[in-house]
């Protein structure tokens, strides 16, 4: 099974979550090659066609997969090779980009979406040609470093009380003067920016943290939140994306009501107070959320719309 994956390249690298689930892809059995975008806006992706063109005749894909709304608009101009697109939230809740997402959506063989909201947000959930499949993530030994070991490794002490806030301070998205606000009703608590660090040095201060907090005005399956729970870090979170329907039942991890400042303390106390760890893992094995699981879902997926 030959796959061209489209998806934007204008960090000059691609986002982790997609060159993860390649990796579990190629681990799989398939063959893959990457075609990064470089442009910005519908334009700047609508002048990669001929460069995408010449890909297509060189690579002879069975499958594209694309990433993200515009990259499927894109992949979808050419009708010799199906498409499948994968939209991760900004691409629906983003109503500029909507428009181009939706036609994109009308000319995939078929459409992925990692949340129901954003599904539901197109009318997707009424789709023939659509699934819900949220991103998956690696499973991995350092994901399982003890409290102590990983605040030894970062030079925390034992008895500090450290929140992670789900983004950097700077991303008005991520609404961090709601986690400012919350956490400053707390004695002693630091609230810690998650910004400019390596995907192992995430994993060990979401070993060390007591908490994970996140509090964006959107999301679609936000990927912190399934990386939280693969190292049993306790969340607290506004009711966005599919936060809820991850974390449910999940022991140590709580959704707000309300994007009130107060009740996200209080559940902050609670986790504070409780001093234990989630079992956060158990539960992304059991919804199938390892990249290896979505991978094969993925594979399946590919192997019918080929046929």
């Not at 894909?61 to 515009?70: E, R, S």
């Not at 390892?290 to 991978?295: E, G, M, Y």
């Amino acid at each position: 099974m030959r796959v061209l994956l489209v998806a934007s390249y204008n960090k000059e690298r691609f986002a982790p979550f997609v060159s993860e689930q390649a990796q579990a892809l190629a681990d799989s059995g398939c063959e893959l090659r990457f075609f990064g975008i470089q442009g910005k806006g519908p334009l700047g992706y609508l002048r990669q066609l001929p460069r995408l063109r010449r890909e297509i005749h060189a690579f002879r894909p069975d499958v594209i997969h694309a990433h993200y709304g515009l990259s499927g608009l894109l992949a979808n101009l050419q009708r010799r090779v199906p498409v499948v697109t994968t939209y991760h939230g900004s691409d629906i809740n983003h109503p500029r980009v909507r428009p181009f997402s939706r036609i994109a959506m009308a000319l995939s063989a078929w459409n992925i979406f990692v949340s129901r909201r954003t599904m539901a947000l197109v009318g997707a959930d009424k789709h023939s040609r659509a699934s819900l499949l949220p991103c998956g993530v690696d499973l991995t030994e350092d994901q399982l470093q003890s409290r102590q070991q990983a605040r030894t490794a970062l030079g925390w002490g034992e008895e500090e009380k450290r929140v992670l806030f789900a983004g950097a301070f700077d991303n008005a998205v991520k609404d961090p003067a709601l986690a400012q606000a919350a956490v400053a009703q707390l004695d002693g608590v630091e609230l810690c920016e998650l910004k400019g660090y390596t995907r192992g040095q995430v994993n060990t201060l979401l070993c060390a943290a007591d908490c994970l907090l996140l509090t964006s005005h959107t999301e679609g399956s936000p990927q912190v939140i399934k990386e939280a729970m693969a190292c049993n870090c306790p969340i607290v979170s506004v009711d966005v994306g599919d936060v809820a329907e991850r974390t449910a039942d999940v022991e140590g991890c709580y959704v707000a009501r309300t994007r009130s400042p107060h009740e996200l303390a209080a559940l902050l106390t609670r986790v504070l107070a409780r001093s234990a760890r989630s079992d956060g893992r158990n539960r992304l094995i059991e919804q199938g959320l390892s990249n290896a699981q979505v991978a094969q879902r993925i594979l399946t997926l590919y192997q019918q719309i080929a046929r």
